[in-house]
């Protein structure tokens, strides 16, 4: 039996337009489908800058065009379907030039929340473009939305961020997996939904895919949680002169670089607390890794990338 993997993609490997993912899905799809012949694939996906610009698009055209109004929730939805269209048509065309007998399917995913979740009132998700200052005040002013620095690169709007509770349809998660399929899953971390008088519905917010990912991991009993990301490992003193790179983490290590403030709200922490989340929720043995799309292979083989685990190497 093929051992289990979750593999959450970074902004880095879908670009901020169509045309950038459209390319960059290219170079995705090979290396997903190279893993596929010794892992069952599980692919979910940041929406960020996706999600932003459909939500901005929806906003203009409601107000200067008298659309209806779309609520936020199905623009995470649209998103979802946008870039798992471009990454299964990508890895199916893949799967075809090898002649492997293997399918890839999108599944739009809901994720249950707590609609009392502090995070609705405290917004940190950044969403959409990078602005200056001058920019983002303005837009702030305009449409009264949140913005923050996002790790020194510039100021982007902020969304609530809620803790992933349940995944709805981690079962067809793992039922398309037993079968066959590379299954993209959990996009953008998953459709926001609450229960409302013992139904579902959608809420404004976007939950940190690397939680939801986290969360999927945990409900298939994946092996490996792997989250790609901008570098090649996570390092201590990240863009001083005394950088150092992190090969293995237990979770003790981890709390205890997160409490000195080593890892950013923005940018390494949510992905350092999905993987303690994967790894203290999991057999010993499982492990998470956090690397490089073009280290993917050469991390999975031991030689490079950051090791989180219970069990020490």
Do not use: W
């Amino acid at each position: 039996m093929k051992k289990k993997i979750v593999i959450a993609l970074g902004g880095n490997a879908l670009g901020n337009s169509p045309e950038d993912q459209l390319r960059l899905v290219q170079k995705t799809a090979k290396k997903i489908v190279e893993l596929s012949s010794v892992y069952d694939i599980v692919v979910t996906h940041g929406n960020g800058p996706q999600v932003g610009m459909i939500n901005m698009a929806m906003e203009v055209s409601h107000e200067e065009l008298q659309m209806p109004k779309v609520p936020f929730a199905e623009c995470g939805a649209m998103s979802q379907g946008y870039i798992g269209y471009h990454l299964q048509q990508a890895i199916e065309e893949e799967l075809l030039r090898k002649k492997m007998r293997k399918h890839c399917i999108t599944l739009l995913t809901q994720v249950v929340v707590d609609k009392k979740d502090p995070a609705f009132s405290n917004p940190t998700k950044p969403i959409g473009n990078f602005y200056t200052k001058e920019e983002a005040d303005q837009l702030a002013k305009e449409k009264g939305y949140v913005f923050k620095e996002d790790a020194g690169r510039g100021y982007r709007r902020v969304v609530p961020s809620p803790e992933p509770k349940k995944i709805v349809e981690s079962k067809s998660i793992d039922m398309l997996l037993n079968h066959r399929n590379i299954v993209i899953a959990g996009g953008g971390g998953g459709i926001p939904v609450v229960y409302h008088y013992h139904k579902l519905k959608g809420i404004d917010a976007v939950i940190d895919k690397d939680k939801t990912s986290a969360r999927i991991a945990i409900d298939i009993k994946a092996d490996v949680f792997l989250i790609l990301t901008a570098v090649e490992k996570v390092c201590i003193n990240y863009n001083t002169a005394n950088e150092k790179g992190l090969d293995f983490l237990t979770p003790k290590q981890a709390r205890y670089y997160m409490q000195t403030g080593e890892f950013k709200q923005g940018s390494m922490l949510p992905k350092i607390e999905a993987c303690l989340t994967f790894v203290e929720h999991n057999r010993r043995d499982a492990c998470a890794l956090i690397t490089s799309l073009d280290k993917m292979k050469e991390a999975l083989d031991g030689k490079t990338g950051t090791v989180i685990s219970r069990k020490e190497i």
